[in-house]
């Protein structure tokens, strides 16, 4: 069938402009997004923001629709990196606390005292308040703290007549006690972020040691503080499943709830949700199953565990810095952020002091019937016992390659090559020690000669 | 004549383009990037030259990538070979249900990567794995074997990996078996030639270039395979065990965040593929000859 000239034509010039309608909203400015990223993954949660934060805000800034992505941490990182790099971050994001330096550092955030003085600068927990906090200003806000412990089985370890461990001592003790029948004392989990990260922190930090030299940034991973954890953690080794370094976190809830191990390594109170799943129906409750802090190092005071609190964030390529605070005065609105808190409870813990004893608060009935791990997380703020997800002490905020030295994997090797491996310790942290040193040199952090 | 040869090149230029753009510049940019300490993500960078790969020839990691990644595709290659060649031997046979057989055996290959590994994982999971449940029903260990752990781990990799990927060798190798003429398995049996002598005489020469073309393909996948192996541990501690070459320049790249080390690897990689498919090439080119 021939088609004329004008015929073709105008069925062009209709086609576009049919196609140009439809963008005419964008076109106009009419529509405009707000992009919001968070790790908060669970349905229950993406649904508490999605209505009731995010629906206000929708309301309040008819012209805005808010985007909300919920992304594990594994991807927040390498995803938020490549949108820095291609100019278009989201709005307002969560970041790892061990992230946050290293992006203040090249000047990539927006302070936000207003916003901190708005929500209650003086209610906010001392054990966030100030992680974000350079040069006299605010670079983010804690959305939640949540901390992180063995989950132990109290009744077995009871059984045993053996206290909670003090040291590292005692660890080995009573996991050599716990250990028969089949069942291993205790797993660690496998990921990298954990055993070649997060726990070698913890052991860092309870054991008077730190990652680097404050002042130099010269590694300190041949410190005798961590060749003592390292040892620690060659000895606890045998008392794991033989297969650990190859299983997950989740996994080991699993093994945890169905009586394969008697502690799992890594545990917050998102642990009750396996519990109440998985274990036997007499079991599901704080006298089997509790919370256990960490012990410490011979070098150290009192154990250390990481504090899970990821920080609000504001880029200065945002493209709506101001809606992003507007949007996060509503997400910290009291009865709006309550609900948060309560989609995950205890794993959401509040940052506000004034309201972890508030009974609107601690009327959820699952916090009601694990009060016993409410009471450990708030005990163990009161007595510090806890810092941010891969410091070694309290400084490490303004370290700015924390992200790259857990990237990198040295530190993880070293550990699977002493734990794992049964290689020597002293001997592994030397050859970590030298590869930390060439990366920091070639990222041209070196600062001692 | 002048307009002929014109025309001829403008013809070529959409295929010259899209080569260009999609296999010649993105190795030559990579090369170039490999001569800079440049950060993945940030605009920052600086020319260094050769450094990126002066510092491989004495990194540990480096050549312990080199040596797992030869481990896992030598290893994957010769049991694909020894799996799939006897597969599609039988399969080219008579017998009831070969149809339905030849359809299941492609099933592995056609299935995605990330179950395939995560079906493996289940299986071979040393708290709840059916693999070690039969293992220990059966008497045969007396506890759960740890096979996603250190001293197993490259062996659970090699086996997923050969479970996924031999299809492949049973497909082409019975293609090419289909086509070998049935006269000259007539004549070697009148020559009174046994099933195996068959095999060595008719079959295998018959099947040389197809074999050849089957070890360079898989060798280049296997060697540069990173899916699977990722998957396998992902960045798990046990990962160190595993740690191949295409895993190692990807770690370079997005976890220690150094695009320019990231890209060096990925040249040693492709000069490494380069100098042994001619090596490759030159001695099945000789044996040709010889033969």
Request: aromatic share 12%.
């Amino acid at each position: 069938m021939a088609i004329s000239r004008r015929h073709f034509l105008a069925g062009t010039a209709v086609l576009t402009g049919t196609a140009m309608l439809g963008r005419a909203p964008a076109a106009l400015g009419q529509i405009r997004e707000l992009q919001v990223w968070h790790t908060e993954v669970e349905p229950q949660t993406v649904k508490v923001i999605q209505d009731t934060s995010i629906a206000e805000f929708e309301r309040k800034f008819p012209g805005f629709k808010v985007k909300q992505q919920a992304l594990g941490w594994g991807d927040l990182n390498t995803k938020l990196l490549a949108s820095i790099a291609a100019g278009s971050p989201p709005d307002l994001t969560h970041l790892n606390p061990f992230m946050t330096a290293s992006l203040y550092v090249k000047k990539l955030l927006v302070p936000m005292d207003e916003l901190i003085r708005a929500i209650g600068e003086n209610d906010i927990h001392e054990a966030t308040l100030k992680l974000q906090y350079f040069d006299g200003k605010y670079y983010g806000v804690t959305h939640a703290m949540g901390s992180t412990y063995f989950a132990e089985r109290r009744d077995l370890r009871e059984k045993k007549g053996i206290k909670p461990p003090e040291t590292y001592d005692d660890m080995l003790k009573l996991a050599a006690a716990l250990t028969e029948g089949g069942r291993y004392a205790v797993q660690m989990p496998g990921e990298k972020l954990y055993m070649g990260f997060v726990h070698p922190a913890e052991w860092l930090a309870g054991n008077g040691g730190s990652w680097v030299d404050p002042k130099t940034y010269r590694p300190q991973l041949n410190s005798q503080a961590m060749i003592d954890a390292l040892e620690y953690a060659q000895k606890l080794n045998k008392f794991m499943p033989g297969g650990w370094s190859g299983q997950k976190y989740l996994d080991t809830l699993a093994a945890l709830s169905t009586g394969k191990i008697a502690m799992a390594y890594l545990s917050g109170a998102r642990t009750i949700g396996y519990i109440e799943k998985y274990a036997p129906e007499n079991m599901r409750d704080p006298e089997h199953f509790m919370p256990m802090l960490r012990p410490h190092g011979p070098s150290g005071r009192v154990g250390i565990s990481a504090l899970d609190g990821e920080n609000w964030a504001v880029f200065t390529q945002s493209k709506y810095p101001n809606e992003a605070f507007e949007f996060l005065k509503l997400f910290y609105k009291k009865e709006y952020y309550l609900q948060y808190c309560h989609s995950v409870p205890i794993h959401l813990t509040p940052i506000f002091k004034s309201m972890l004893n508030d009974p609107e608060y601690l009327a959820n009935p699952r916090i009601k019937k694990w009060r016993p791990w409410h009471d450990t997380m708030v005990s163990g703020l009161k007595a510090g016992r806890f810092l941010p997800i891969g410091f070694s002490r309290p400084e490490d905020n303004l370290v700015p390659f924390l992200a790259e030295l857990d990237g990198s994997g040295i530190v993880a090797d070293m550990v699977v090559e002493v734990m794992v491996g049964g290689k020597n310790p002293k001997a592994e942290a030397d050859k970590a020690q030298r590869r930390a040193e060439e990366l920091l040199t070639q990222l041209g952090f070196k600062r001692w000669s | 004549m002048r307009k002929q040869a014109l025309t001829g090149w403008l013809l070529l230029a959409p295929s010259l383009l899209l080569l260009g753009g999609l296999v010649v510049f993105p190795i030559l940019y990579n090369a170039w990037l490999s001569l800079f300490d440049k950060h993945s993500f940030l605009p920052a960078q600086a020319f260094v030259g050769l450094k990126n790969y002066r510092y491989f020839a004495g990194d540990e990691e480096f050549w312990n990538s080199v040596y797992y990644g030869t481990v896992y595709s030598g290893a994957t290659i010769v049991l694909q070979l020894a799996v799939g060649v006897p597969a599609a031997l039988l399969l080219n046979e008579m017998f009831r249900g070969r149809d339905f057989l030849r359809g299941v055996v492609l099933f592995p290959y056609l299935i995605p990567t990330i179950v395939a590994v995560i079906l493996w994982k289940w299986l071979l999971n040393d708290s709840y794995g059916l693999v070690n449940h039969l293992l220990l029903a059966a008497g045969v260990v007396s506890a759960p074997v740890a096979w996603l752990g250190k001293d197993f781990i490259m062996w659970s990799l090699i086996v997923t990996s050969v479970w996924q990927f031999f299809p492949f060798v049973v497909v082409t190798y019975l293609a090419r078996l289909q086509t070998i003429p049935p006269e000259l398995y007539e004549a070697a049996r009148v020559d009174g030639a046994g099933a195996w002598r068959r095999f060595v005489h008719v079959t295998l020469p018959q099947t040389r270039s197809v074999l050849f073309v089957i070890v360079l393909l898989r060798s280049i996948w296997m060697f540069t395979k990173f899916d699977t192996v990722w998957l396998m541990a992902g960045e798990g501690g046990v990962s160190r065990y595993i740690r191949t070459l295409p895993v190692y320049a990807y770690a370079r790249s997005f976890t220690y965040l150094q695009a320019g080390m990231g890209a060096a690897l990925a040249v040693i990689m492709f000069v490494m593929l380069i100098v042994a498919t001619a090596a490759y090439f030159r001695v099945f080119r000789r044996e040709e000859a010889l033969s």
